[in-house]
């Protein structure tokens, strides 16, 4: 008996003990121990927000959706980044986001479009469409639609956010140039042939045979199984070398960049990632290449991105590859999507990638760096008379061939 009021006692001091260190340590956060300091602050402001947007939704004089407070909080936080990649895709739109590739007849404004870093360059605009009717032109980059930035996005959310409902209207940003235009579309339905992510040929130059793969994306998962079989097939016919185009590639999965690279690199290090709540990963060459030795070159341009230069790079470095045409966008950083509760998600900067040289192509963070440098500069694009660039990435493989 005499042991049990002992326990009691001891019980009620200790509870006592508990609560005035409560009360004194939150007086004196300062003092706690960081690791418990850090928790209970990230609650507090958990909290606050927590409560801000209840007070919001109980007492403005208007009544205001829950879900709609909600995406615009989020929305405003991701804002708050600076970030140019960093982007908050509301349930809806993550939904619909990777969703399967759409059918040949769809409803939108009628364009084909290749993802570059700004967003997506026009390739051809279907005729008849709404796209051909508001005069958008092959070489127009559209950067934005109905005010939301395409910069760093995926194909799949860019076209997500132009097509829609028959008869209902989209707004387009469009680059042309030093000009940046605003244009308004009416949605329809559109007959479009498959889009053209892979091409690949033999071009005999000087006696020798060359083949010229020209890839517009990593951002499809197996993408690399298809280059390969080219590449086999092409080889298999008598290629002695080979160009690979990266020109107004914006890039993709990291992993498919590695099988790319692996496609002709025997050993060695590919890419390292690189984040604060991420492990250091370095990639490496996966071995049995199909073309280690042949003479090579890469294709690139300003709109040579992310995925497309850890390719270009990882060549370059190696010695494997002769890097032509002009330095590449400088995108050192790489992201990654994160779904949330409510059926959304985020998709923020969670790291940096660097080059087997340590090199990172962008300029420290968010910013643009120089790139990759190309071996030999060709500043002429292609156009109706040729493609300077593709010609004389074939006379220097053709010439180390023979």
Do not use: C
């Not at 619909?96 to 759409?102: C, E, R, S, Y």
């Amino acid at each position: 008996m005499h042991t049990r009021t002992q326990k009691i006692s001891l019980a009620l001091a200790l509870a006592v003990l508990l609560l005035v260190a409560g009360i004194w340590w939150g007086g004196h956060p300062s003092d706690l121990p960081s690791a418990l300091r850090s928790a209970l602050t990230a609650n507090n402001h958990l909290s606050a927000v927590d409560q801000a947007l209840a007070d919001i939704e109980q007492s403005y004089f208007r009544r205001l959706p829950a879900s709609g407070l909600e995406n615009s909080a989020i929305t405003g936080a991701v804002a708050t980044l600076g970030d140019p990649y960093a982007t908050y895709q509301t349930p809806a739109e993550y939904r619909h986001f990777g969703k399967a590739p759409a059918p040949s007849s769809f409803s939108g404004v009628g364009i084909e479009v290749l993802v570059v870093a700004r967003g997506l360059l026009v390739q051809d605009v279907i005729a008849g469409s709404p796209a051909a009717r508001g005069r958008v032109k092959p070489g127009d980059v559209i950067v934005a639609g109905n005010g939301k930035s395409f910069r760093g996005r995926s194909a799949g959310y860019s076209t997500a956010v132009i097509r829609g409902k028959t008869g209902t209207p989209v707004t387009l940003t469009i680059q042309r140039g030093t000009r940046r235009l605003t244009v308004k579309l009416v949605r329809a339905v559109v007959n479009a042939p498959p889009p053209q992510l892979l091409t690949a040929r033999l071009a005999a130059v000087h006696g020798v045979r060359v083949a010229v793969i020209a890839l517009a994306t990593f951002d499809v998962s197996g993408i690399h199984l298809e280059v390969a079989a080219k590449l086999r097939q092409l080889l298999r016919a008598g290629a002695q070398a080979v160009v690979l185009d990266l020109r107004d590639n914006g890039g993709g999965l990291v992993t498919e960049a590695q099988a790319v690279a692996s496609l002709f690199i025997r050993r060695g290090a590919i890419v390292t990632t690189r984040g604060r709540a991420q492990p250091t990963v370095t990639l490496y060459a996966s071995g049995h290449p199909l073309a280690p030795t042949q003479p090579m070159a890469v294709l690139v341009n300003g709109d040579t991105a992310s995925a497309a230069e850890i390719v270009t790079g990882a060549l370059q470095v190696d010695h494997r590859a002769i890097v032509v045409g002009t330095h590449t966008y400088g995108k050192g950083v790489y992201q990654e999507v994160l779904p949330l509760r409510n059926g959304g998600a985020i998709d923020i900067t969670v790291g940096e990638y660097f080059l087997p040289n340590g090199k990172n192509l962008g300029d420290g963070g968010l910013r643009r760096g120089a790139g990759i440098v190309p071996n030999v500069i060709v500043k002429a694009p292609a156009g109706p008379h040729g493609d300077p660039a593709l010609n004389a990435a074939l006379r220097l493989v053709a010439a180390k061939a023979r």
